[in-house]
Nanobody
């Protein structure tokens, strides 16, 4: 089985920073692209950032560019999302996800990820 567990969420004031972690278990973590998505109340789950299996390619939503950084440490089976200059509109439940078996390239599409964590709440106060 593949399990993803997010941590690092919390309450932060606008302009502050948080670093989310996604600890993964299961077979061949390093072979899969990883992504971060978020979902605010009443809204659809949306793409935030993704990273290829090697870490050499990243992709960001326009809303995240220049503020967020995705990274991974395959030796620790962990993906990260560093979030800086947070805004109230960043408030959401953040999910990490892994692409389906054997796919190591970045994707921005929810439907192209096969495994999801339980989510971690990020709340940014004004």
């Amino acid at each position: 089985q593949v399990q993803l567990v997010e941590s690092g969420g919390g309450l932060v004031q606008a302009g502050g920073s948080l670093k989310l972690s996604c600890a993964a278990s299961g077979r061949t973590f390093s072979s899969y692209a990883m992504g971060w998505f978020r979902q605010a109340p009443g809204k659809e789950r949306e793409f935030v950032a993704a990273i290829s299996w090697s870490g050499g390619t990243t992709s960001y939503a326009d809303s995240a560019k220049g503020r967020f950084t995705i990274s991974r440490d395959n030796a620790k089976n962990t993906a990260y999302l560093q979030m800086n200059s947070l805004k109230p509109e960043d408030t959401a439940v953040y999910y990490c996800a892994r692409r389906v078996a054997g796919l190591g390239y970045v994707s921005t599409r929810v439907e192209e990820y096969g495994y999801w964590g339980q989510g971690t709440q990020v709340t940014v106060s004004s």
